[in-house]
């Protein structure tokens, strides 16, 4: 839905588009509900043929999100099966979307706020 993914450049003077932040609103009704997660995106020399490298930098429990934070991209169907015209807010769609399933909605999440 609008509003619930939001993204940015991490600096409005980066000329190749390398390096973005990205947002993401817990979805409604599940374990990330009333929560901001923020993540970075680094968009690598190949994109947009290869997918972007992802990672959370506030604290999340979720099945494809390692312990530092990192996206594990085969565990996000949109990165594991990557197309140049997917884009960064597809992939952040997903993670949301990857909220409500019922493996990640079950799992306690660390403190409000925390961060890697």
């Known amino acids: 839905g609008e509003g619930t993914v939001c993204l940015g450049l991490e600096c409005e003077n980066?000329?190749?588009?390398?390096?973005?932040?990205?947002l993401i609103c817990g979805p409604p009704r599940t374990c990330f509900e009333n929560r901001m997660y923020c993540?970075?995106?680094?968009c690598g020399d190949a994109y947009p043929d290869q997918p972007p490298t992802v990672q959370?930098?506030?604290r999340i429990?979720?099945?494809?999100?390692?312990s530092n934070g990192q996206v594990d991209p085969?565990?996000?169907?949109?990165l594991a099966t990557w197309d140049r015209n997917y884009?960064?807010?597809t992939v952040l769609q997903q993670l949301r979307s990857l909220m409500t399933?019922?493996?990640n909605?079950?799992?306690s999440q660390p403190p409000e706020g925390s961060t890697y």
């Open 14 to 22: 980066d000329p190749e588009l390398t390096y973005w932040t990205g």
């Open 39 to 42: 993540l970075r995106i680094h």
């Open 56 to 58: 959370f930098t506030s």
């Open 61 to 66: 429990n979720m099945s494809c999100v390692s």
């Open 74 to 78: 085969e565990a996000v169907p949109v």
């Open 87 to 89: 884009t960064i807010q």
């Open 101 to 103: 399933v019922k493996e």
């Open 105 to 107: 909605n079950k799992l």
